[in-house]
């Protein structure tokens, strides 16, 4: 490839195989990285170097959101040092042409695949997969279709502008002081302007002048819409292989685009909820929305922010544009509780249009519409239901839903939770997650049951602005005893080895010097750790409160109230319950002492617990995050995998191989009949809380996301058989047995008599 004389005033580099690099040093780094983000999938971006990929899925998304081939190979061109291959012009064109030519749409509680053009759904047709899933009404015939003319409105985001309004729009909707989030804002730029004027850069040789920056912003912006009266051809397919038609359309090119037109249902009965005024959007808030409402529709599709970044905001901003009825869908019961108190808090929304579907609150909304929260477990479950579980369950599946919110969408490619998406029936579908990753490679199926990737925010771009914590990474490494690591040598069992390396004596030490001193700093703590055995020898031995998945609701809810707001406790030991479900602004300390596997998003949802924004920004790290790995095991393979997410958004980890003070400050397990015998209670401890921790806790119910991590043979089983004693099978454990007169004196007419004998 050969370099274009300005080359150095060129942010980018284009590769024959779809690799992109950017200099996020470079003056246009901004613009440049917002326009790749739109078009190519991140694969790794730290501080100096990013590298994105031009993938099938990731042009599927940039043409759903208005880009077409023509402005996207121009753009590219522009910002690259050379000039781009002739391969990737290709691949461009090939995988754009076909977006948009096939949309999925809801009428009447029935999926139609529709189309201006009869030639693809004549394509689809042909396959064997998409015709035996096609309803075929009385008096069609081969390939006739239902027909219909269509008054197409003019789009409410995102449409082309003049130059003269375009100048005007460059305010931020609610960004600025004294403005309010009512809705997404109409009229912002989708990718940012090119700085007007040469390019100043301090290096030799000739500055270029990047001209044509209105036609290049205008390109960007231009959008796809079928023409005012244009014919609509449709064909019908059955609910339950709704599924494998989106596949099979994807496979063969002809991806399907979901776009709901709220404006103009007269079907659906109107939410009336609006965003409170003192509501606030942040830039990337408006950007992401901007992505699905961009052209006046609801386009369905993922976004990804960081935890603590304001998904949440998101989608009640998004349900309140939409303003038809929504379920959203949890991935537990805290999470549930979270979500209703967060929309009541943003919104205007009032008790009648709000209710819960979980194991413990059965609610149904009393207005014609409304907001309801519920789980992907509750609403998934296929076994027999109780009579008010099976009467909400009834009124879900009877009912077209206007909006479809997905809270960690990461979970919904398991085969149990994918069923979701058949049982209700939704015309817009938003999936949010922090974490777009999986260990069984199953994430890209979302590109089919959701719908592409809208956006995706900068983790150390947002630190930089303030918007989340800047986190300090380190792994501090624990040298094992002589005699815990010659044990874990010789022991068989891996769930045994797991729980030497986690309850090594100087980790123990490691553990309680770090919590001494950040205390001594006033800093909140978070102690994680997935093997419950290790996290309550923890706790009890420093004196610390614990949850797991055996703590009642009344007793999480005292512990983190206690740890928000009592000075005298700060520090809380946590096991994987913790991972998404707890949602703790005060921490800013994390601590992990024992992991699952190498889940790269378990690493990153425990990061996010302490990425909320905290009150002492400044330029240097305000956040900490270890993990304490005994060294010569296992464990350090295993974090070094999970790292690797969490070091492709451009964090990096120090490693500390010893912690200054420690030996000197050091009084637990120093001396050796200490040690022994602490592994001697190892060695004798049994695995049953890890059991209930793996029962109880919803996030572990997902299916395989981990399974390629994990042997068969070290995982606890799906059913687990204990003895137990009849008063814990009724429920009786902590109880004792009474007998209360009752009554007073009021006694049996018989025992009456006897007493007056």
């Known amino acids: 490839m050969e370099l274009k004389p300005d080359y150095r005033a060129r942010p980018l580099l284009v590769f024959a195989n779809g690799s992109v690099i950017l200099e996020a040093f470079s003056p246009l780094a901004e613009q440049a990285m917002d326009f ?48 781009i291959p002739t391969k990737v012009k290709k691949f461009i064109h090939q995988h754009t042409e ?41 008096g069609q015939i081969g390939d006739d279709f239902r027909v219909e003319q269509v008054a197409v409105q003019e789009p409410m985001f995102g449409s082309k502008r003049t130059k003269a309004s375009k100048s005007k729009s460059k305010k931020p909707l609610n960004g600025a002081p004294g403005t309010t989030a009512k809705t997404p804002p109409a009229d912002t730029e989708e990718f940012g302007d090119f700085p007007a004027g040469p390019v100043e850069l301090n290096i030799d040789g000739p500055i270029p002048t990047l001209e044509d920056e209105e036609d290049l912003t205008e390109a960007i912006e231009t959008t796809l819409h079928p023409a005012a ?28 685009i979901e776009e709901y037109d709220f404006r103009v249902d007269t079907t659906l009965p109107r939410l009336d909820i609006d ?82 579907f979980t194991s413990q609150s059965k609610e149904k909304f009393s207005a014609p519409a409304g907001v309801l929260i519920s789980t992907y477990t509750m609403v998934t479950f296929s076994g027999k239901r109780a009579y008010d579980a099976q009467k909400l369950m009834d009124f879900i599946c009877s009912r077209e839903w206007g909006f479809l919110l997905l809270d960690e969408v990461h979970v919904v490619p398991a085969d149990m939770f994918k069923k979701v998406l058949t049982i209700v029936k939704a015309h817009a579908k938003l999936g949010l997650t922090a974490t777009l990753v999986r260990e069984d490679n199953k994430i890209s199926q979302l590109n089919y049951l959701i719908g592409p990737k809208l956006f995706e925010a900068n983790w150390l771009d947002l630190a930089k602005k303030g918007h989340i914590a800047n986190v300090q990474c380190a792994e501090v490494w624990c040298e094992m005893s002589k005699e815990f690591f010659q044990e874990y040598l010789d022991q068989p069992l891996a769930r045994k080895r797991q729980l ?19 205390e001594s700093r006033g800093d909140k703590i978070i102690v994680f750790s997935d093997n419950v055995f290790a996290l309550k020898f923890y706790a009890n031995k420093l004196g610390r409160p614990f949850i797991y998945g055996g703590t009642s609701p009344a007793e999480r809810s005292r512990i983190l109230q206690q740890f928000r707001y009592n000075p005298a406790l700060n ?65 350090v393979y295993y974090s070094a995998k999970r790292q690797q997410f969490l070091v492709d958004q451009g964090y990096f980890f120090k490693i500390i191989s010893k912690l200054e003070g420690l030996e000197a400050t050091s009084t637990v397990y120093t ?24 029962v109880e806790d919803d996030n572990l119910r997902y299916g395989d996301d981990d399974a390629d991590e994990v042997d068969a043979s070290t995982q606890a089983p799906l059913f687990i058989q204990r003895s137990s004693n009849m008063a814990s099978l009724s429920g009786a454990d902590q109880m004792a047995y009474m007998e209360v007169e009752r009554g007073g004196r009021q006694s049996s007419r018989r025992f009456r008599q006897r007493d007056k004998q």
């Open 500 to 518: 030497l390396q986690a309850m090594n004596p100087r980790k123990i030490q490691s553990c309680a010097f770090l919590i001494d001193y950040h």
């Open 36 to 83: 790749l983000v739109a078009i190519a999938e991140p694969v790794s971006r730290p501080s100096m170097i990013h590298e994105y990929k031009l993938t099938e899925y990731s042009l599927y998304a940039a043409v759903s959101v208005g880009l077409d081939p023509k402005s996207i190979v121009d753009v590219l061109n522009r910002l690259s040092k050379t000039t």
């Open 671 to 694: 001396e050796l009949n200490e040690r022994l015998e602490l592994l001697a209670t190892v060695l004798v401890s049994n695995l049953d809380d890890d059991e209930m921790d793996l």
């Open 229 to 256: 009266g244009a014919l609509l051809s449709s064909f019908e397919v059955r609910a339950e292989n709704v599924e494998s038609v989106r596949r099979r359309c994807s496979e063969l090119g002809l991806p399907v």
């Open 275 to 356: 965003l409170k005024a003192s509501a606030r959007l942040r830039p990337y808030q408006e950007k992401s929305l901007n992505k699905m409402f961009g052209n006046g529709r609801a386009r369905s599709g993922i976004v990804v922010l960081p935890c603590g970044a304001g998904k949440t905001l998101v989608g009640v901003t998004a349900a309140c544009t939409i303003k038809r009825s929504c379920l959203v869908l949890c991935t537990s019961g805290v999470s549930v509780d979270q979500w209703a108190r967060e929309f009541r808090s943003w919104s205007t929304i009032t008790e009648r249009q709000i209710a819960k």
């Open 571 to 635: 520090t809380i030991f946590l096991s994987k319950v913790g991972d998404t479900s707890i949602d703790i602004p005060e921490a800013s300390v994390l601590i992990q002492i024992s992991c699952h596997y190498g889940s790269r998003r378990q690493e990153a949802q425990r990061l996010g617990r302490i990425l909320r924004a905290k009150k002492q920004m400044g330029s240097g790290y305000n956040a900490f995050f270890y993990t304490l790995v005994s060294k010569d095991t296992e464990e």
């Open 98 to 138: 076909s977006v948009g030519r096939v949309k999925m749409v809801l009428k009447d509680n029935h999926f139609y695949v529709e189309s201006q053009f009869p030639d693809s759904l004549r394509t689809l047709l042909r396959d064997d997969v998409v015709r035996a899933a096609r309803v075929v009404h009385e």
